[in-house]
T-cell receptor, first 113, second 112 residues
Framework: GNSVTQMEGPVTLSEEAFLTINCTYT??????LFWYVQYPGEGLQLLLK?????DKGSNKGFEATYRKETTSFHLEKGSVQVSDSAVYFC????????????FGKGTKLTVNP | DAGVTQSPTHLIKTRGQQVTLRCSPK?????VSWYQQALGQGPQFIFQ???????QRGNFPDRFSGHQFPNYSSELNVNALLLGDSALYLC???????????FGPGTRLTVT
């Protein structure tokens, strides 16, 4: 079945450091890929998405590129801020929309001033 | 524009009891999905409702059931609660064909 594997956390960085959170997936066909973020005590917010191979999703300085050849969707940010501290989830859904999301286990990021 | 709302925020129940959680979708959305998020884990899909029918279901026992009302709001019912049902229950809404699901803040269920 479909699955998502994320790098184990927690990840601790200093402000302005470069961030990479690795995500790989297993799926049949051409899934859509997502990064969601969960701030303490809150629900999930969509951070970015990509719906076909080679698409780059971007938002709030975060980027991820859909790489079908390596089945990956790594999250990157050039300069993190304290306010980026949260749990980040990689997820996929089958192509076509309105499909269930399959999530990774999440990676907790802490950014220190 | 109100986002997805869920009630209650927190709930404590005893093993064997039954619980009902509620969700109101974002305005304009008619599809509601429910997820269970255990502590330290990613959300797991329970089921999805569209046009008052269960359209997809994840790998959860029949103790988990749901309902969608004509105004698109939804309920999640869990019978015969187990300690392992303690989790954050998330509701998400979308409109047909959309790739994006919008999540509510969740209901924290504790089973003692």
């Amino acid at each position: 079945g479909n699955s998502v594997t994320q790098m184990e956390g927690p990840v601790t960085l200093s402000e302005e450091a470069f961030l990479t959170i690795n995500c790989t997936y297993t799926a049949t066909g051409y899934p859509s890929l997502f990064w969601y973020v969960q701030y303490p005590g809150e629900g999930l917010q969509l951070l970015l998405k990509a719906t076909k191979a080679d698409d780059k999703g971007s938002n709030k300085g975060f980027e991820a590129t859909y790489r079908k050849e390596t089945t990956s969707f790594h999250l990157e940010k050039g300069s993190v801020q304290v306010s980026d501290s949260a749990v980040y989830f990689c997820a996929l859904s089958k192509q076509g929309g309105s499909e269930k999301l399959v999530f990774g286990k999440g990676t907790k990021l802490t950014v220190n001033p | 524009d109100a986002g997805v709302t869920q009630s209650p925020t927190h709930l404590i129940k005893t093993r064997g009891q039954q619980v009902t959680l509620r969700c109101s979708p974002k305005s304009g959305h008619d599809t509601v999905s429910w997820y269970q998020q255990a502590l330290g884990q990613g959300p797991q899909f329970i089921f999805q409702y569209y046009e008052e029918e269960e359209r997809q279901r994840g790998n959860f026992p029949d103790r988990f059931s749901g309902h969608q009302f004509p105004n698109y709001s939804s309920e999640l019912n869990v019978n015969a609660l187990l300690l392992g049902d303690s989790a954050l229950y998330l509701c998400a809404s979308s409109f047909p064909g959309s790739y994006v699901q919008y999540f509510g803040p969740g209901t924290r269920l504790t089973v003692t």
